[in-house]
């Protein structure tokens, strides 16, 4: 078969695995599902010990898909959500919640337990919020740890590592502690730019005692992503794996990342190019050689995606996740789910090519959301408001309970997605960073009435990858550059990835009508935070 590279990604429900030849080509890919505990005051846990698992069993299927030999794996790379992972000295599992159980001893990247103490840290005032648009999000590792330290001291003390996902997946790999510079940077406000944790900042949010001891429950060694851990694969995790031991194993990326690795490089180099990764929550990603301070916007982070390069990073904290709980919210899901499971189809798709028929083509979908407008902000904002309050606000709703109202709050959904993706992408040019193209990845980004929408919503061309799995390309890349067979990422990404279509913004009565649109989105937006406001002195308080 000769050389391949595999990558594997753990998003928010389930592992993926896919496997690659040298030119970027998918050999063969498989995901298994991870189990997701809710529980209340918008905590969400998960299991390494079944994450792992997950991963196993993606891994094997996708080599076996693939039909290549255990020898014929040349490198191997990893990308995860920025979930954070506790565990002993030992590397054995500590409990994150109330209810003991030590399996659960993940913290995902969507809980927001922590936004009290978000908010404590953003009063401060700290240096190291310029680095992260000004205001740190509930989403990142400095609030959980101080959640911890107040809420669960015996885990907190108990604690020998603290880890992103992503980290702990190459340390279960390899047994390497070394951290990723992406997960640091990005999460755990690790100044790349300076090669330091700043000891100061620990101290005035109360967690002094994470410097000490050369900083090892937090990263004592922090490495670029694609850089080999350890001595590659061990023997248990080859045995687990079904590969050989030694196979070289990249550090990490968060997949967001990971998705934009394995989408902005091309033939022709990425410039002016911006990355949107749409999942469960979406990622906006621009890379630039000097650093541009954007409020609001995620960085500027160095050396977080690649060498010499600053990143910002923009999205919203719930996309795929927002669009999925409006339309199970709708009384014709029912209807709907079993219509779609009737034609093989996922309810999604099945709206989609609804709406597609009944407008006659996708240039005029967006007319179908008539006078139903969203505000998807219902796990708050991430960028470029920084808002963990802000939440969701659905105009124009009415009595009906057909198919026909439930595809116009779908349809009114994904506009509402790309009006919020074109706040982002403004705030960025605002600070002078190049944003002309979007370069579309995850799930979502399969949809052409997706890429229809965000290209008329942001008046942006769209282009497509041509690889179908460009997250999980982006964490092959990682494996190839640390089995050496390419210098680096950039190196890699010029190889391996290439653009196979562009979609043009539509323009004229459809640029009309989303502008008309977006100043309704404007306007619910004010509402909100008027609403929120008027209402202050009414609410609980935190905890």
């Not at 702990?168 to 510079?181: I, P």
């Amino acid at each position: 078969m000769g050389e391949v590279v595999i990558g594997v990604d753990v998003g928010t429900g389930s592992a993926r695995a896919g496997v690659f030849d040298l030119s970027g080509r998918l050999l063969g890919a498989a995901k298994h599902p991870i189990r997701i505990w809710h529980e209340p005051g918008e905590r969400v846990e998960q299991s390494s010990d079944d994450i792992w698992r997950a991963c196993l069993a993606a891994v094997r299927a996708a080599v076996a898909e693939a039909g290549v030999a255990p020898g014929d794996v040349r490198g191997l790379g990893f990308d995860a959500t920025c979930s954070m992972v506790v565990l002993d000295p030992a590397g054995r599992s500590l409990p994150v919640g109330p209810h003991g159980e030590a399996e659960r001893d993940v913290i995902v990247w969507m809980d927001h337990r922590a936004v009290a103490e978000t908010r404590r840290v953003n009063a401060g005032g700290h240096s190291v919020l310029a680095f992260v648009g000004g205001a740190i999000s509930p989403e990142m590792q400095v609030p959980k740890l101080m959640w911890l330290k107040a809420h669960m001291p015996a885990t907190y003390a108990a604690a020998g590592h603290f880890l992103d996902l992503s980290d702990f997946l190459t340390f279960r790999a390899t047994g390497s502690l070394a951290r990723s510079a992406c997960t640091v940077t990005c999460k755990w406000t690790y100044l790349a730019h300076e090669g330091r944790f700043d000891d100061e900042f620990l101290r005035a949010v109360g967690l002094e005692d994470l410097a000490e001891g050369g900083r090892a429950r937090i990263g004592a060694e922090v490495v670029d992503p694609g850089t080999p851990q350890g001595a590659g694969l061990d023997a248990r995790a080859a045995g687990e794996l079904g590969l050989l031991a030694g196979t070289p194993v990249a550090a990490s990326l968060i997949d967001a990342h990971a998705g934009a690795v394995g989408t902005l490089g091309s033939e022709d180099g990425p410039g002016g190019r911006v990355a949107y990764i749409m999942g469960t929550s979406a990622c906006i990603m621009a890379s630039t050689p000097d650093a541009a301070f954007v409020p609001g916007v995620w960085g500027p982070y160095y050396a977080a995606l690649m060498p010499g390069a600053w990143l910002n990073e923009g999205g919203q904290s719930a996309a795929g996740a927002a669009v999925d709980h409006l339309v199970r919210s709708s009384p014709a899901f029912g209807e709907a789910s079993a219509a779609a499971a009737a034609e093989g189809l996922d309810v999604l798709k099945y709206l989609e090519a609804r709406v597609v028929a009944r407008a006659g083509g996708l240039g005029d979908v967006a007319r179908i959301a008539g006078n139903v407008h969203v505000l998807p902000d219902l796990l708050g904002n991430r960028s470029p408001h920084a808002d963990p309050d802000a939440r969701g606000v659905v105009a124009g709703l009415g009595l009906d309970a057909s198919q026909a109202a439930l595809e116009q709050l779908y349809v009114a959904a994904l506009c509402g997605l790309g009006y919020a993706t074109a706040e982002a992408i403004e705030a960025m040019r605002a600070a002078g960073v190049p944003c002309e193209t979007l370069v579309v990845s995850g799930g979502a980004s399969r949809s052409a009435l997706v890429r229809r929408i965000l290209a008329d919503a942001t008046g942006m061309p769209v282009a497509v990858p041509a690889t179908p799995e460009p997250v999980l390309l982006g964490s092959a890349m990682l494996g190839a550059v640390a089995a050496g067979l390419h210098p680096d990422l950039p190196a890699a990404m010029r190889a391996m990835s290439r653009i196979a279509e562009t979609v043009e913004p539509a323009g004229s009565a459809v640029a009309d009508l989303h502008s008309a649109r977006r100043r309704v989105f404007d306007s619910l937006r004010r509402l909100d935070r008027e609403a929120r406001e008027i209402m202050r002195p009414f609410s609980l308080p935190d905890g």
